[in-house]
Structures are given as C-alpha cells and as structure tokens.
C-alpha cells in the first residue's frame, strides 16, 4: 500500500485494517516527529497548493501535543519491549492531526494541508481533510472544460461525490459522461448522414450502440466496452463500497476517453487547415 494514496486519493471515511499496516506505517501516517524511528515514512507530500496554484512538495510540521509525544516514547519502548499491543493503545487517543506546510517563500497557514485520522475497531480511518480532495482533483479535470462546459461540471460532480464516499451517486455522473456526452452525440451524427436510421440506434442496447458508432468513438471505449457494463451494473447492482473500490479506474479511464477525444479533435482541425492549404495549389 502507498501511505501517500491514503492522503490524497483515498475519500473521507475510507477504513484501513489495522492489520494491512506495519507499526511503523501506522505510526507515521499518525504522528510525524523530527528524528524518530517510528514516525518518519512520511516527512514530504507531493500534492497540488491550491493557494499557489502550483505542484509543490509538502513538509510536515511535527505531531503537535507534548503528550502525544510522551506517549510516543512510551510506544517506542512497548514497541521495542513488544509487552502492550500498539493498536490498541493508540484507539483511546481520539483524533490524529498531519499538518503539510507549503514551502514556497511568503506561505503561511492558509497553505497548510490537514488531515484526521482516527482508530476504532482494529481500522484506521480518515475522518478529515482540507483542502477537500475534490479540490485538489479539480485542477486535474480543468482541462475537460475546453471540450464542453458539462462534461466538466459532471466530472467534477462525481469526483465530489467519490470524495464524500458515495458510490452509487458517483458513477451516475460518469455514466452520463459517456451515454449523453460521449456516444449520444455520434450516434444523432449517424442518423444526420443517413449511416443509420433512428429505429436501429433506438433498439439496439449500448453496447451494440458503441459497435455502431465505432469509429467515431474515442478508440479506448470501443476497446474497452466493460467500461460501461460496469458503470451500469453500479448503477443497477453493486454496493456503495464496491462502487468505492471501482471508482479510480472508472475515473482514470474516463480521463483516458476525454483525452483521446481532445486529440482527435485537434488531428481534425490539423487535418482541415493542411487541406485548405493543399487545395490552394491549383
Ligand atoms: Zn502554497
């Protein structure tokens, strides 16, 4: 497991199995203290200084509390001693706080970028954040708004949503991306140019629609037709947690999807202009 993800990936409420994490990863999710065994996996933060506007490396601050400090010492010794068990110590703590400092000249708190953590029931569970990581995801999809104004604010609504741990709401969103924004389009384009009459897009399900529309889909959707089986079979059939779990690869492949639909755009503009210039040659 990447601790890191656990921070800037991972939506509120996400719970960890105390018993997938090492002490020492453990303790350094938690706490960070200055030349410490235990607590120093995690000094920096690669993320996205939303007051900057700039990728930046995060610095922790230390754990703040001198009693936590002091029990820190204690656990070190239990540690070393293996006479207490760790986790369960560490569950009557209440809340954990990691602080990240911008390291930019004239930065000061309102850069900072905080977490909470709390143990209960043998897992570890984020119950903080800020900036939100729909916020940081934002700059991410900022670049979809050149395509169209409502793929971003849909995109940006299922990030949300993931972000807040709801499942089923997020991949809604998604789905809409490609049903209305994505393969709708293409199709009325078929019907426009006669390919295909309105009957046979209309009774055909959405992945005999994708074969239809093939060569005028982003070419990673018509590889990848699960894609959609799946974002449905969330809407229809799977968990909250398991919408959970698929979210980032849905949402990777979408950006995949967008991505190639800019570049094909921009291959026709290319293509349009050098034929303008070509046809100037008489
Ligand atoms: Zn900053």
């Given at each position: 497991m990447q601790i890191e993800n656990i921070f800037l990936k991972d939506s509120l409420y996400?719970?960890?199995?105390?018993?997938?994490?090492?002490d020492e990863e453990l303790l350094s999710i938690i706490f960070y203290f200055e030349n410490s065994d235990y607590t120093?996996?995690?000094?920096t933060l690669d993320s996205y200084c939303s007051v900057c506007k700039k990728e930046t490396t995060f610095i922790s601050k230390e754990s703040k509390r001198e009693a936590l400090y002091e029990t820190l010492s204690q656990i070190n010794e239990t540690i070393i001693?293996?006479?207490?068990?760790l986790k369960t110590s560490l569950e009557k703590f209440g809340t954990f706080e990691r602080v990240f400092k911008c390291?930019?000249?004239?930065?000061?708190?309102?850069h900072d970028q905080i977490f909470f953590f709390r143990i209960k029931n043998s897992e570890l569970i984020k119950v903080g954040q800020t900036p939100s990581i729909a916020d940081l995801e934002n700059r991410s999809i900022y670049k979809y708004r050149a395509l169209d104004e409502s793929i971003y604010q849909e995109f940006n609504r299922a990030i949300g949503l993931a972000s807040h741990g709801i499942g089923v709401g997020s991949f809604v969103y998604l789905r809409r991306i490609v049903?209305?924004?994505?393969v709708a389009p293409k199709l009325q384009t078929l019907i426009e140019e006669g390919t295909n009459t309105a009957e046979e897009i209309y009774n055909a399900d959405f992945k005999k629609k994708i074969e239809i529309a093939k060569t005028l889909l982003p070419p990673f959707l018509v590889e990848n037709k699960k894609i959609y089986s799946i974002l449905s079979k969330g809407v229809h059939e799977l968990e909250e947690q398991e919408c959970r779990d698929f979210f980032p690869v849905l949402k990777t492949s979408i950006e995949i999807i967008l991505d190639e639909r800019i570049e094909q755009i921009e291959r026709e503009k290319k293509n349009r202009l050098i034929s303008v210039e070509l046809n100037k040659f008489k």
């Open positions: 996400s719970q960890y199995d105390l018993e997938s994490l090492s120093d996996k995690l000094k001693g293996g006479k207490l068990d390291p930019r000249p004239l930065s000061d708190e309102s049903e209305k924004h994505i």
